[in-house]
């Protein structure tokens, strides 16, 4: 199994910055994609960037050239950078996991809260 922590979050003015942290631990090894999701009041839950392990992210149109992703494979931890946050960026933000362990399989940390203000 991937177990998935995250840390981070907040509430931050607009135009601001904020980083999340997550950490993996149990069976890294097995991991085969990394990524972030959040999920809006009233909204559902919408992937924000992904990175295939060895490959290039993929971010939302909505994020890009704002948000960067980046991993310490030493540290077993995910990170995403947020700058120039919008108060629309406000979000529970789950960092995910897809990996194999007799089929893939996907993880989900427990999210942690963006607030951005106007």
């Known amino acids: 199994q991937v177990q998935l922590v995250e840390t981070g979050g907040g509430l931050v003015q607009a135009g601001g910055s904020q980083g999340l942290s997550c950490v993996a631990s149990?069976?890294?090894?097995?991991?085969?994609?990394m990524g972030w999701y959040r999920q809006a009041p009233g909204k559902q839950r919408e992937s924000v960037t992904t990175?295939?392990?060895?490959?290039?992210?993929n971010y939302a149109d909505s994020v890009k050239g704002r948000f960067t992703i980046s991993r310490d494979n030493a540290k077993n931890t995910l990170y995403l950078q947020m700058n120039s946050l919008k108060p629309e960026d406000t979000a529970v933000y789950y960092c995910?996991?897809?990996?194999?362990?007799?089929?893939?399989?996907?993880?989900w940390g427990q999210g942690t809260q963006v607030t951005v203000s106007s």
């Open positions: 149990g069976k890294t090894f097995s991991i085969n994609v």
């Open positions: 990175v295939t392990i060895g490959g290039r992210p």
């Open positions: 995910y996991a897809e990996y194999y362990s007799g089929g893939l399989k996907q993880s």
